[in-house]
């Protein structure tokens, strides 16, 4: 790839629009009573309906239809009354029937909509369709990858399992609005508890269509479709890629071919799959066996009426109700279990949140990473950890003590008053003893008390560090501070 490209000139611009695959958390799959249960072994989750052998009758999942309707609601959609399932004829390894079943021109939803925060600006992405549809198997590749492998093994546990499939509209315009949108769509679907979105085990996969066209043309350039797509940075790369790929081609005057690429990872590029198949490829036709899909709206309304407090709102309710900046909101609200695990801690400190969500997203979420660990993992209860900041208030503890003790509370899950007893962390109030360590630091470290008394404030800080270094982070860092300028700075 050349350093200098015509995707550097600003004369060009992208357009992109996401086909996100969202696997269903339901126990059984879409037609039939087969397991959903992840990893199970190869081909043990599999029956006569989900391999569409002869003489079998699919029965539709009707939580699978009722997760659709609560995800259509979310995504600000319009829920349809009458809608059918169709046959997607395609020959693939991973299909045994040689056909999908799947919503064509009557889908379950349409027009909708997600507000996303992107490079500081909020854009409305809307939705063009949602609609339901059974998922293939699963082509396990032996090199890992499709390019190069000289044979694939197919396990058909995947056919039948419940997806719904999100189409976006091309309003997206950059590679890090993409992955904004998908964060976001991620984090709404979490919220309504219709699927876990674990990329790395398949539920949440994404195919990405994107076309440069000259910058400010209302003109659709020819679009490309990017697979095998299986993290959000994989998609943002690719895009990038992609775009700058199309770009080259427009500035030296080359026509861009519809078809499909693969991502390759390893090589950081896309390479070409197949040619684009288009709608009349797929020779559509309404599935003989299942009747229309009729939702009546006191159905919908019902569906309505479990919809949780979603993202975005509750992100608005942080900032007004607890007075926390907008960033502290946005970060405390991507997940619904760190969102109630916020307000739990809040509600049982009942002092000032922001001390909370400090703690949430600082130290907390510092051993989250570090460890790998999810929230609902954690081992520090919401109450404990107000009772920790508790004793940092009342001065049992320190604040660098306090660090300690959280880290502890983290790993064993015990209770702070528990960790400060056996582990004699008790700040030092006694301010007698305090004075005479002061004296003692200051005798040890004569230049740096020359350096205060010649007004070198910058030395204070050194000689504070030392006290809490001889007490092991136990002295009050303020206390010492007051009692060294006292002796060093009389008057």
């Known amino acids: 790839m050349p350093e200098k490209t015509g995707a550097d000139a600003p004369q060009f611009e992208p357009v992109i629009g996401l086909e996100v695959h969202v696997e269903l958390s339901t126990k059984s799959k879409l037609f039939c009573g087969c397991s959903t249960a992840f990893n199970a072994p190869p081909n043990s989750q599999t029956c006569p309906v989900c391999l569409g052998l002869p003489g079998v009758l699919p029965v539709l999942n009707r939580t699978a239809v009722e997760f659709g309707i609560r995800t259509a609601l979310a995504l600000n959609c319009q829920v349809a009354g009458f809608s059918k399932f169709d046959r997607k004829n395609y020959f693939y390894p991973d299909l045994p029937k040689n056909y999908q079943i799947s919503q064509y ?8 909509h997600v507000e996303v925060c992107a490079d500081g600006l909020r854009r409305r992405v809307r939705i063009k369709r949602v609609h339901v549809e059974e998922d293939a198997g699963k082509s396990v590749h032996e090199s890992g990858t499709i390019t190069g492998s000289r044979f694939s093994l197919e396990d058909y546990n995947r056919t039948g399992v419940p ?8 309003d997206i315009t950059s590679p890090s609005e993409a992955y904004a949108y998908l964060s976001t769509l991620k984090s ?29 043309s209302c003109v659709l350039g020819t679009p490309v479709e990017l697979k095998n797509l299986n993290s959000f940075r994989a998609v943002e790369k690719a895009l990038a890629y992609e775009y700058r790929r199309q770009a080259e081609a427009l500035a030296r005057g080359e026509r861009i071919e519809r078809e499909t690429r693969h991502w390759d990872e390893s090589r950081q590029v896309t390479v070409v799959m197949r040619r684009k198949e288009e709608a009349d490829d797929y020779r559509y036709f309404p599935d003989p ?14 569906v309505r009426g479990t919809l949780p407090e979603l993202p975005g709102d509750r992100r608005e309710r942080f900032a007004r109700e607890y007075g926390i900046p907008e960033y502290d909101a946005a970060i405390l609200t991507e997940s619904k279990d760190l969102a109630d ?30 460890t790998d660990t999810e929230i609902r993992r954690v081992r520090v209860a919401p109450c404990a950890l107000a009772a920790m900041l508790r004793m940092m208030d009342d001065g049992t503890i320190s604040g660098k003590i306090a660090k300690t003790v959280f880290e502890e509370m983290f790993c064993t899950g015990k209770e702070p008053e528990r960790i400060v007893t056996e582990r004699g962390l008790v700040q030092i109030a006694d301010e007698d003893e305090l004075a005479r360590i002061v004296d003692e630091v200051v005798a040890e470290n004569r230049d740096a008390a020359d350096g205060v008394r010649a007004g070198n404030d910058r030395a204070i800080g050194f000689l504070v560090g030392q006290v809490m270094k001889k007490t092991h982070g136990r002295a009050n860092p303020q206390a010492v501070n007051r009692l060294l300028r006292e002796r060093l700075l009389p008057g």
């Not at 066996?289 to 019902?302: G, T």
């Open 341 to 370: 695990y916020f307000e739990a801690a809040v509600e049982a400190y009942g002092k000032d949140a922001k001390t909370v969500s400090n703690w949430v997203m600082g130290e907390l979420a510092r051993l989250m990473n570090a």
């Open 188 to 216: 709404i679907l979490r919220y309504l508890d219709v699927s876990d979105c674990k990329m790395e085990e398949g539920s949440l996969r994404c195919d990405a269509n994107i076309s440069v066209r000259p910058k400010g």
């Open 163 to 170: 997806l719904l499939e999100i189409v976006s509209e091309p």
């Open 105 to 112: 021109d009557l889908p379950l939803a349409t027009c909708g």
């Open 289 to 302: 066996d299942l009747v229309p899909l009729q939702i009546d709206e006191e159905w919908v309304e019902a």
